[in-house]
């Protein structure tokens, strides 16, 4: 079935330095690779995403990137500061079922 | 504007005992829905969704079912719960047709004991 791997699952980054998260996937069909922000016992929320005609996209410090050769897309935040502190998801929509099929999951750790 | 309600917060059921789990969305009609869970420092675990009323596709063989008896209303039940279905239970909503943003409910935290 569909599978997305997710690394680091711990990152921990010294305050202004950035940080980069990597995920994988094993569907081809896959075409929307959203990324989600968890803060601690609070909801999933969305804070970008990338479709498959589009290999980079930026939002202020934050931008995605993908390779739909290699079938991977990663997440850089740049000049991390300690509100980036939460679990981050990366998630692959297959084409035609509209399932979300989500990483494991990493916590960053912003250190002051 | 969108959004989406879960209940109840919270929940303690001791094992073997029945379950429901409710999720409704306003301010958008066809939605598509899903349920998850999230065990303790893991991921999210697609349990169920749903395009529309009375279609569910399931996701993970369990003593899980999924309900969607109206439009904007998806329902997670359990006849008799394991130790193994502690967790925290998400409903999500996203546009119909369409691959966009999810929207997260505010979960439900059940423990089994």
């Known amino acids: 079935g569909e599978n997305v791997e997710q690394h680091p699952s711990t990152l921990s980054v010294q305050e202004g330095d950035s940080a980069v998260i990597k995920c994988t996937y094993s569907d081809s069909a896959s075409n929307y690779f959203p990324w989600y922000k968890q803060e601690l016992g609070k909801r999933p929320q969305l804070i970008i995403d990338i479709r498959s005609n589009v290999g980079e996209k930026k939002d202020q410090r934050i931008a995605v990137t993908l390779n739909k050769t290699a079938k991977h897309f990663s997440l850089h935040i740049t000049e991390t500061q300690p509100e980036d502190s939460a679990v981050y998801f990366c998630?692959?929509?297959?084409?035609?079922?509209?399932?979300?099929?989500f990483g494991t999951g990493t916590r960053l750790k912003v250190l002051a | 504007s969108q959004t989406i309600h879960q209940w109840p917060a919270t929940l303690v059921q001791p094992v073997g005992s029945p379950l429901s789990l409710e999720c409704t969305v306003e301010g958008t009609s066809n939605p598509n829905l899903y349920w998850y869970r999230q065990a303790a420092g893991r991921g999210l675990q697609l349990l169920f969704y749903s395009v529309g009323i009375g279609q569910i596709s399931s996701e993970v063989p369990q003593n899980l079912s999924a309900s969607r008896p109206q439009d904007r209303q998806f329902i997670l039940s359990s006849k008799k719960l394991l130790l193994s279905d502690s967790g925290f239970y998400l409903c999500?909503?996203?546009?119909?047709?369409?691959?966009?943003?999810?929207?997260f409910g505010p979960g439900t935290r059940l423990t089994v004991l």
């Open positions: 999500a909503w996203s546009l119909a047709e369409t691959y966009n943003e999810q929207f």
């Open positions: 998630a692959a929509c297959t084409s035609g079922t509209y399932k979300y099929i």
